[in-house]
């Protein structure tokens, strides 16, 4: 009983929050100043950062629990990924702001890269008692929000990738899409789609080079903050992506807009992608199903797993009001009907046990009665974790730049000699250590 009285309480903050929109809301009692059962109650604000997508979820515990504690003072603000990332970035230099918030909707990758230049600005969430959820969520998704053994943000919704293909494309060029485990599989099959006037895929940009990377258990930086670009599996992931290019797998001249026309045959697409496209696609409806991303080798090592994106909410050292912002975080992200509200607005919970919701196993007409969310939810649990660092934004920019994009326009470097310049470059711009290998 105890632990349900405060787990509604904080459910109630969380609840007020959202109603507010932006601006105060200066709640009034009814009952002056007691709760339904006659309590006397403290108005408290709690001031929280999200963008829009992820208000449902908050606004269900509002309209749960709002009837119960009327006299609640909360507001939500929405602000963009790049207006929180630069407001929080001139308090975390500075040691100054004013309105901040007490808890913080952030790109995963962002937080780390925070976490690891000024973790005493977030509150310890293992020290509240969260770590009683680690098996709740994937290794890796876990790994991503800790700091030094303790978890610092609560892990909300992730974005495994698959691979949406046009099966009818697929049958009119007489493949197999069962076939296309490895992404030699999609070279061999590149010129029988061609001939039957399809393209194979958009312009590998950014997203997917960083899949292939991932996919092979690599990435920028190694798990000591070393880079690590010359390792022998970064330079396979990125002599494929070559290969993929002068095999016209990877399509420049197909956008990725003719994805949705009908005239691509396969995407990478992260879970928020699949989600939104049943919305805007409709010339594919009913055409698509998704499979496993294409491995590098299939063997020991690779996987068919990626991810791109995905947030989580962390609560500032500055709140006064911790206690409520963690019981609100808790319950945004281990909630069951939460978790049903995030999927009925496109976001794949992080939280494991949400796969027992009916919701989760249904079959989805879009892509011709698959359960995509179980198919989501398996590929995430083999994800290999990625390294982030302060310096991790710094890296992927390079990256782009002085390989993706030169490989994108022809150019015809090998993958180990542009791999050599982005890691010179990494190295004399954050004084990292480059991996020999």
Known sequence: MKKLIVCLLSLILILSLIGCGSGNNDATDDNGGKDAQGTDTKAEKVLVWAWDQNL???????????ELYPNVNAEVVVQSVPDTVDKLSVFFSSGVG???????????????AFLQQFPDKFVNLSELGFDEYETSF??????????????????????????????????????????????????????????????????????????????????????????????????????????????????????????????????????????????????????????????IKDEKGYTSSANHGGSSFFIL???????????????????????????????MPGYLPASALDSFNNEVPYYQGQK???????????????YINEHYAIGEDIVANTIIHPIASGTDKTAEVLLKEAADLLASQTGRTVNEY
């Not at 449902?56 to 709002?66: E, H, Q, S």
């Not at 004013?98 to 962002?110: A, G, K, Q, S």
Request: glycine share 6%; charged share 25%.
């Open 56 to 66: 449902p979820v908050i606004d269900y515990a509002k309209t749960k629990y709002k």
């Open 98 to 112: 004013t309105d901040l918030p007490d808890l913080v909707l952030m790109d995963n990758n962002r937080i780390q």
């Open 138 to 295: 994937s290794k890796a998704h876990w790994e991503l929000l800790s700091y030094e053994g303790s978890i610092y943000a609560f892990p909300f919704d992730i974005a495994p990738l698959m691979m949406q293909m046009n099966t009818e494309i697929l049958e009119a060029a007489g493949v197999d899409p069962q076939s296309l485990k490895t992404w030699e599989d999609v070279i061999a099959a590149t010129q029988a789609i061609n001939g039957a006037g399809y393209a194979v895929q958009a312009q590998f940009e950014n997203r997917e080079v960083f899949a292939l990377l991932q996919s092979a258990g690599v990435g920028i930086y190694d798990k000591a903050g070393n880079i690590d670009l010359l390792n022998p599996k970064v330079v396979e992931a990125i002599d494929m992506f070559i290969r993929l290019q002068k095999a016209k797998a990877s399509d420049k001249t197909a956008s990725a807009s003719e994805v949705g026309e009908g005239t691509v045959t396969m995407a990478i697409k992260p879970a928020w992608a699949i989600g939104e496209d049943m919305a805007v696609l409709k010339k594919i409806e009913g055409k698509v199903k998704l499979y496993p991303l294409p491995k």
């Open 317 to 347: 050292e500055t709140s006064k009001v911790k206690d409520i912002a963690y019981e609100i975080g808790k319950i945004i992200t281990t909630d069951m009907e939460a978790q049903d509200i995030a999927l009925a607005e496109g976001l």
């Open 372 to 386: 995509i969310w179980a198919l989501l939810n398996e590929s995430a649990i083999d994800t290999l974790p990625v």
